[in-house]
């Protein structure tokens, strides 16, 4: 993502994000009509490349688009079409899948890919004049491209490497030394692909912390949910998707009045609140046992919900406000990468808290072990970011 972050400053982002949009259909073709498992996965991998070009220029070109005193408004809609879509998705996936099969899911991933990308193609405004000066950058690519995956493959990994193993503690120890390499050699280059300047801004620098605890503390909550639901509880797989589809209900009422709030009073207030309802309703978690009323397991993930929708518009309003306009792409791409990050590290910590409990993963008291250390966990995450975000611009 910070590749093409950077790309779509030098480059122009609506030009980058048309080529991602144009790279996600043809992947979506191409895993519709795979053969093999091997091949699917080989589309998979396209269909991500050009969604990491879509994702590092979307808000960029959306910032750019509007005022400052629009622009939590504009973002906070964009977060309920987000939630929207990660509701109504997985349910609507299970329907095409039981009506035509798998290969349905990417039909229909296809065919709204040429429709949207029709849409961008006449509406996204020609790409500005300005744009930043100088080449891309690719030693510093390869270097963070090589640090990330090999912090996130050991993430994956750590819980069957075990998380004390030679295996776990080499992957991690060889991620700090190549993401040491990258921010020297970004210190030392002309044209970086990551300017380390924007991070003496401490209202980008805080922001940015704040988005990955944030982050980190959703995963959480949804790897630990369906664990707790199904396996501690005994509901099935339909109760447990009605009891948790209550969180993005939650984002869609919040992201927009929070957005909307953000524009006439700055976004301090409501990414603060936002970050400390989150904590509070995390923490409100960490108690629950085999027989807690799922009444109350539905308000705190909605209350969850409400705190992290509030959150997300004022804060990424707060990220690419604090960047210089030739910097958008780049900042929109830190943005992303913060978010991956946070649910990489929120999903790792999870499994080992289960992984760590038991040695069976689907038996109830296993689970239950998990719940308060995992929540407890969750929430410090929560209270990081509020903290971060309750810092002055």
Do not use: K
Request: with cysteine; hydrophobic share 55%.
């Amino acid at each position: 993502m910070l590749a093409f972050g950077r790309l779509g400053d030098l480059r122009g982002q609506r030009r980058i994000f048309l080529a991602g949009f144009a790279i996600f259909i043809a992947g979506s073709a191409l895993c519709g009509l795979a053969p093999t498992v091997a091949t699917l996965i080989a589309a998979r991998a396209l269909q991500a490349l050009g969604a990491a070009m879509l994702f590092s220029n979307s808000i960029a070109i959306l910032v750019g688009a509007f005022g400052t005193r629009e622009r939590g408004r504009a973002l906070g809609a964009v977060s309920v079409f987000t939630y929207s879509g990660l509701t109504a998705g997985p349910p609507l996936a299970g329907f095409v899948t039981d009506a035509i099969g798998w290969r349905g899911i990417f039909t229909l991933s296809f065919v709204l890919g040429l429709v949207c990308f029709a849409i961008c193609w006449r509406a996204l405004p020609t790409d500005h004049e300005l744009r930043a000066r100088g080449t891309f950058d690719l030693t510093g690519t390869v270097l963070l491209t090589a640090a990330v995956s090999t912090f996130l493959i050991t993430l994956q990994e750590a819980t069957s490497w075990g998380v004390t193993s030679a295996l776990t503690l080499g992957g991690l120890a060889a991620s700090v030394v190549l993401t040491a390499a990258f921010i020297g050699i970004e210190r030392r280059t002309a044209s970086p692909i990551l300017d380390l300047r924007l991070f003496q801004r401490r209202a980008f620098s805080a922001a940015t912390i704040a988005s990955a605890a944030n982050y980190v503390c959703v995963a959480a909550v949804y790897v630990l949910m369906p664990f707790y639901l199904i396996h501690g509880r005994g509901l099935s797989a339909t109760a447990t998707g009605l009891v948790m589809a209550a969180q993005p209900v939650a984002q869609v009422l919040a992201a927009p009045l929070a957005g909307t709030l953000s524009d006439h009073v700055g976004t301090r207030i409501p990414r603060t609140v936002g970050m400390v309802v989150l904590t509070l309703a995390v923490l409100s978690l960490a108690p629950l046992g085999a027989t807690s009323p799922l009444e109350l397991v539905v308000i705190a993930l909605a209350v969850t919900g409400l705190g992290s929708g509030a959150f997300v518009p004022a804060n990424t309003a707060q990220i690419m406000s604090a960047a210089p306009a030739e910097r958008r792409g780049t900042a929109n791409a830190v943005s992303g990468t913060s978010r991956y990050l946070g649910f990489a590290i929120g999903s790792a910590t999870a499994a080992a808290i289960i992984a760590t409990a038991g040695p069976n993963s689907a038996d109830p008291s296993t689970i239950l072990r998990a719940v308060e250390p995992a929540f407890l966990v969750a929430a410090a995450f929560a209270a990081i970011g509020a903290a971060f975000s309750a810092l002055p611009d």
